[in-house]
């Protein structure tokens, strides 16, 4: 930023120069003109040069690569609760990408789990590591499959479409986000058209799709992923004990198989063009009070732990017996303090 206090100064030591300038010894006209072009120079250089423009405006590859791993670990650290898989794997994942100056294909992340678990709140702080902006950033794009993939005798319609809003955007930003959410929605095949940006291909039609990223989000595998937990949790075992490797093979292989899923014998997962199928483990009642604190500090209040518990109370938790995990994670807490509070 030397620069940019360099150029201030220039520009204020022109307005500044009538004030120290003897009466009559130069043309007030032509002075005037003098210092409006110099500092009109001054400013355009300051704006002109590229990271400091991109301090006014957004830029495609706005943040340092440090910077966003710096911050993508410093949210999931604070805001992500009970999921220690998903906090190691995703910030190793995106950072060791966007270290990769020579990436061979888009980095491809596929998120699973309940609803309420994490999995659209991982996403965007994924985007907001990148992007400032985040979800809003005009370099991320999210899909819904049910809002803008509704019907499904218009599927040829959407393959072109999607195929040509990928190719447009990456044309104009290599480093795209593309998430797709309620990927167990997905109509079969739809998804497998975008197989292509994600391949091993150093150009298609000219373009580069090696620096985009591409985050599928889908409550497909949910079941074997808690199958998994509850295994550990009737063995002794704590869910930190659980590892990518007693999940992950299972999950792509129970993601593949489901006709629900969206990648219903896919070519993504045929080819291995997912880089990560990530878990998201079913949440427990001390993480559910977390959330519910989070949430009232974020609103202002002073945390008041007997509500806290009353909310965590409320929720219903599943299997039956041993009431372990809440069946909606921490989706309904927002609603539920809006009672207890007067916001």
Not at 266 to 294: A, G, Q, W
Request: hydrophobic share 40%.
């Amino acid at each position: 930023m030397k620069l940019r206090r360099g150029v201030l100064r220039a520009a204020l030591a022109l307005v500044l120069l009538p004030l120290l300038t003897p009466a009559g010894a130069v043309e007030p006209i032509s002075l005037g003109l003098a210092i409006a072009g110099a500092a009109a120079s001054a400013l355009t250089g300051f704006i002109s040069y590229p990271r400091l423009y991109c301090y006014f405006r957004e830029c495609c590859l706005h943040r340092h690569d440090q910077r966003a791993a710096a911050a993508l670990q410093g949210n999931l650290d604070k805001k992500l609760f009970g999921q220690h898989l998903v906090s190691k794997v995703v910030v190793k994942a995106v950072r060791g990408f966007l270290n990769n100056t020579n990436a061979k294909k888009p980095l491809a992340l596929s998120l699973h789990g309940w609803t309420g678990t994490g999995k659209n709140f991982v996403s965007k702080i994924v985007a907001e590591s990148i992007y400032k902006r985040g979800l809003q950033s005009k370099y991320v794009h999210q899909f819904v499959a049910t809002l803008h993939f509704p019907h499904a005798h218009s599927i040829n319609l959407y393959k072109d479409q999607l195929q040509s809003w990928i190719r447009g955007n990456v044309s104009i930003c290599p480093r795209s986000i593309f998430i797709f959410d309620e990927m167990d929605k997905m109509h079969a095949g739809l998804i497998d058209s975008i197989k292509p940006f994600l391949d091993y291909y150093e150009l298609l039609d000219g373009v580069s799709y090696r620096q985009a990223i591409f985050i599928f989000l889908s409550n497909a595998g949910a079941e074997k992923i808690t199958e998994v937990a509850l295994d550990f949790w009737r063995n002794g075992r704590t869910r930190e004990d659980i590892q990518l490797t007693d999940i992950q093979n299972a999950l792509s292989v129970s993601v593949f198989n489901n006709k629900n899923s969206g990648f219903w014998h896919s070519t993504l997962i045929d080819r291995n063009l997912i880089d990560y199928f990530i878990p998201f483990l079913p949440l427990e009642y001390k993480h559910v009070k977390m959330c519910v604190r989070v949430e009232i500090e974020s609103r202002g209040y002073t945390v008041d732990e007997d509500i806290v518990s009353r909310i965590a109370d409320e929720m219903t938790y599943f299997p039956r017996e041993e009431r372990i995990y809440s069946d909606k994670g921490c989706k309904t807490v927002d609603a539920k303090l809006d009672y207890y509070y007067d916001f």
